[in-house]
T-cell receptor, first 116, second 113 residues
Framework: NAGVTQTPKFRILKIGQSMTLQCTQDMNHNYMYWYRQDPGMGLKLIYYSVGAGITDKGEVPNGYNVSRSTTEDFPLRLELAAPSQTSVYFC???????????????FGDGTRLSIL | QKEVEQNSGPLSVPEGAIASLNCTYSDRGSQSFFWYRQYSGKSPELIMFIYSNGDKEDGRFTAQLNKASQYVSLLIRDSQPSDSATYLCAVPPFSGGYNKLIFGAGTRLAVHP
């Protein structure tokens, strides 16, 4: 099992460019999440999905879009890159369970994105 | 009030000492609580979760939960330099249907020889 795979690992964008951060998981998890982590800070939830075709906003959704057409994939789209979006982006997934208490999120290795 | 609050640190402890990390949360409906460890430049990894009041022990780690005070802590006994990392408290709020995790800003722990 590869777990949660994120691509690319590093990227430099110019202001105004667009790009898609890819996330795929092979654990058949229904729940998937996108976070950003600024230096010295905790993780902020951008968007999440509870299953294919269902997405919802997190704490900091502005400037981002997501789609969930399959269980495996949950791409994050930046349409007009801004310097404030320079961050490390983590994708995570977890199994669907009525009892959240024993279901951890599994994280990918992250994408380090710089907007110049 | 932030949903999940932690002291940012750094918390500096000598090798072999007990490190105590604290977290408070605002949603009284929250049922379970997670502690993640994050080494510099790496992704978070789960080290403990707790959902009942009291203590839960796993090796050198003990999680403590007090729902009445909305307080959860993590104790690391016999601290080692390899424990030096940022520790993130995470809570799935009732207000989000328990579908998402809200993370604290993390406490940076430094264990010195």
């Amino acid at each position: 099992n590869a777990g949660v795979t994120q691509t690319p690992k590093f990227r430099i964008l110019k202001i105004g460019q667009s790009m898609t951060l890819q996330c795929t998981q092979d654990m058949n998890h229904n729940y998937m999440y996108w976070y950003r982590q600024d230096p010295g800070m905790g993780l902020k939830l951008i968007y999440y999905s509870v299953g294919a075709g269902i997405t919802d906003k997190g704490e900091v959704p502005n400037g981002y879009n997501v789609s969930r057409s399959t269980t495996e994939d949950f791409p994050l789209r930046l349409e007009l890159a801004a310097p404030s979006q320079t961050s490390v982006y983590f994708c995570a997934s977890r199994v669907d369970s009525p009892n959240y208490s024993n279901q951890p999120q599994h994280f990918g290795d992250g994408t380090r994105l710089s907007i110049l | 009030q932030k949903e999940v609050e932690q002291n940012s640190g750094p918390l500096s402890v000598p090798e072999g000492a007990i490190a105590s990390l604290n977290c408070t949360y605002s949603d009284r409906g929250s049922q379970s609580f997670f502690w993640y460890r994050q080494y510099s430049g790496k992704s978070p990894e789960l080290i403990m979760f707790i959902y009942s009041n009291g203590d839960k022990e796993d090796g050198r780690f003990t999680a403590q939960l007090n729902k009445a005070s909305q307080y959860v802590s993590l104790l690391i006994r016999d601290s080692q330099p390899s424990d030096s990392a940022t520790y993130l408290c995470a809570v799935p709020p009732f207000s989000g249907g328990y579908n998402k995790l809200i993370f604290g800003a993390g406490t940076r722990l430094a264990v010195h020889p």
